[in-house]
């Protein structure tokens, strides 16, 4: 198992907003001294322009740790349900991206993205399910073009009103029917929603990413009563063989001096589990 933090630009971590270019090398350094094994960047992060793209790119070159996985896929103006989709657009904004996160050594990339999905109210929620497919099996052909993953992640109902299990998001892999369009589990949303962990068992290989926090939505050992259920979690990947990327998603008042620990919990639970 690979471990991971969400940081640097475009990232959800609101501790890195705004970030410059020039601190990447920094933050990189932090991240490879604490012990991540790569790290996650929002895909906003590649999308300026060429110049930037490639001011970004050679930034990244020289170091040893790598972008392993981007986040944040699809930004809210492009919709992929609703009754004002142009997914002609939206495919090719695809395509660009996923070009470029593939050029920074990109394996996998997380569709969330609660703003694009969400259904609007009073659109038939069964028809936004079917433009969701619709949208898969149109990503699918670009993102095996490519050569990477596209790993669904159901958010909690707070965040999202299309797609908030693991189970249904398997259920949706096997329909979208695509290789490259796989699953997320996410144990924050899981427990915010009371899902069982038992949906990591019965989603099999389908999974291709994992995300984590603890209790809060807060670095692992930084809850402020208790700990989430690290333990159960990887008990359920390892029952399924999964050795893929685990990311730490979620907010740190210091991620420097947090980075570290929380990387050690979450390796300290992961062999004991």
Known sequence: MKFGICCGPGSFAPQVEGQTLSALPRLMEVMQ???????????????????????????????????????????????????????DE??????????????????????????????????????????????????GPVAEEIGIDIAIEPLNKNEDNLINTVKHGAQLVDEIGQSRIQLLADLYHMFADGESLYSVTAAGAKLKHTHVADLGRVAPGYASGGEANFQGFFRELKAIGYSERCSFEGSSHDLAAQAKPMLDLLKARWAHS
Do not use: W
């Not at 996650?40 to 930037?52: C, L, N, Y």
């Open 90 to 139: 939206v495919i090719a904004y695809c395509r660009t991206a996923l070009t470029r996160c593939k050029a920074l050594g990109g394996a996998v990339v997380v569709l969330g993205s609660g703003g694009a999905r969400r259904v609007a109210e009073g659109f038939e929620r069964e028809k936004a399910l079917g433009q969701f497919v619709e949208f898969g099996r149109a990503l």
């Open 33 to 87: 001294a604490a012990g991540a094994d790569y790290v996650e960047f929002g895909v906003s992060a590649v999308m300026g322009s060429e110049s930037e793209f490639a001011q970004l790119q050679n930034a990244l070159a020289p170091l040893p740790l790598k972008v392993e996985a981007f986040n944040s896929f699809i930004p809210a103006n492009h919709r992929i349900t609703g009754p004002d989709v142009h997914l």
